[in-house]
């Protein structure tokens, strides 16, 4: 006699269906799919945005979530890190996902009593970025005493402009990446809402107070990124115990 048949209800076929479609996620080739979609959705909404732009004309708005997140975040960098690593924003300012292996190989400082946060795995990463910033921002602030004002403004619409356009694009973008490197898209959102608003708050006071007053702020270490440095040295004394 041969086999009988299995006749599978309506609701046993569609259960069946999840199943095997929530198997197929939980494997590699299931992630590294959906990981090749995140990426296109991505990069199709940085593109939406760059769209039909006209840079002259340009005019930016900086969603407030950006701004209370660039002041609601304590940002600690770990400062026992010299040396230059990934980059999580480089031009054209579009968020970087560096691969697991270069994450892996990130120096750690040495054990010691100072304060885990600190020497985190985010902190390290953030030294990349708080080197980064410092040495753009110095050279910024050399160009912006030099250049016209006409020409700057054009500069800063833009760079305001991609800058906000890739943040807004990864918080609304799921990345599926291992969740040991969870962490990299916070410290993402973290480092991008501050370096943009520093930009902005920087570029109000070279409008506002004119070039003299800009060139006073500067020399008395009162611009945003100058303040940020400082705040940043003292939150690290208060904080490390050795």
């Not at 708005?61 to 890190?81: K, Q, Y």
């Not at 008395?220 to 490390?240: D, G, H, I, N």
């Amino acid at each position: 006699m041969g086999r009988r048949a299995i006749h599978l209800t309506a609701e046993a076929k569609k259960a069946a269906k999840r199943a095997q479609a929530q198997n197929y996620r939980r494997s590699a080739k299931g992630k590294a799919t959906k990981s090749r979609s995140n990426r296109r959705y991505y990069e199709r909404q940085m593109d939406a945005r760059d769209t039909e732009r006209s840079l002259a004309a340009l005019e930016v708005e900086i969603p407030s979530d950006l701004f209370a997140r660039a002041h609601g975040c304590t940002l600690r960098p770990c400062l026992a890190v010299a040396d230059y690593g990934p980059l999580l924003w480089p031009p054209p300012h579009r968020f970087f996902q560096p691969p697991t292996y270069m994450l892996d190989a990130m120096p750690w400082p040495p054990a010691s009593s100072a304060s885990g946060k600190w020497e985190s795995r985010a902190a390290v990463l953030g030294s990349y970025q708080w080197r980064e910033m410092i040495g753009r921002c110095g050279a910024r602030m050399a160009r912006w005493t030099t250049e016209p004002a006409d020409i700057l403004h054009r500069e800063v619409t833009v760079e305001v402009f991609k800058r906000v356009a890739g943040w807004c694009a990864l918080r609304d973008t799921e990345l599926d990446v291992e969740e040991e490197e969870e962490y990299v898209r916070e410290v993402a959102l973290d480092w991008g809402a501050k370096l943009t608003s520093m930009l902005v708050e920087e570029w109000e006071c070279r409008t506002r107070d004119g070039l003299k007053g800009y060139q006073e702020a500067g020399k008395a270490k009162r611009l945003p990124w100058q303040r940020f440095v400082t705040q940043t040295e003292q939150l690290y004394k208060s904080e490390a115990r050795y």
